[in-house]
């Protein structure tokens, strides 16, 4: 029963370490779903076979295969979380640029001139430790862009000014 117990509890420290490492670090959620499926489905594979031979271990694996479902479900709401914060914030500073430009004749050299009068703060795109924070880049005054990651390393969304619509690069 306590090695039971133990099993339990280092599950529980695992997955949580994990969970904050692939979405609070990197914000990226691939690693913790794919270990979720397939932790989730090789315990409830294992649990049905201890109870069919009744060998009454069958309850703590369906437990831990709980666990592993958890995992799957935070991890898919926090990247739901992540996408749509990145999706708010850009569309408040794509906002903040074009009221600036309406003011003063020109898109902002950097996002930080927007900061009090048309932002109180210039926001992170996601929050994450890792690519959380919005690109600004520009071009002289004839290409300005606006870009945060959205499955890191890649999947970069990108907002061209001049052309006013997003791509999606990698």
């Known amino acids: ?43 409830t594979m294992r649990a049905l076979w201890s109870w069919f031979r009744g060998t009454g271990v069958a309850r703590s ?17 926090t990247m739901r979380f992540h996408t749509t914060t990145a999706e708010t914030h850009a569309a408040r500073v794509i906002e903040a640029c074009r009221a600036f430009e309406s003011r003063r004749g020109n898109l902002p050299d950097r996002l930080e001139e927007l900061v009090p009068e048309f932002l109180p703060a210039v926001p992170r795109a996601k929050y994450t430790l890792a690519w959380g924070a919005f690109t600004y880049s ?33």
Request: glycine share 10%.
């Open 1 to 43: 029963m306590e090695a039971r117990r133990s099993r339990r509890l280092r599950t529980v420290l695992i997955l949580g370490g994990l969970f904050l490492f692939d979405l609070g670090y990197s914000g990226q959620g691939l690693i913790s779903m794919l270990v979720a499926v397939s932790g989730f489905a090789f315990l």
């Open 61 to 77: 694996r369906a437990l831990r295969a709980g666990m592993y479902l958890f995992l799957g479900a935070a991890t898919f709401a």
């Open 138 to 170: 520009t071009s002289g005054r004839t290409h300005h862009t606006l870009m945060y990651v959205t499955l890191p390393p890649f999947g970069r969304r990108i907002y061209n000014f001049e052309a006013a619509r997003w791509s999606q690069l990698d």
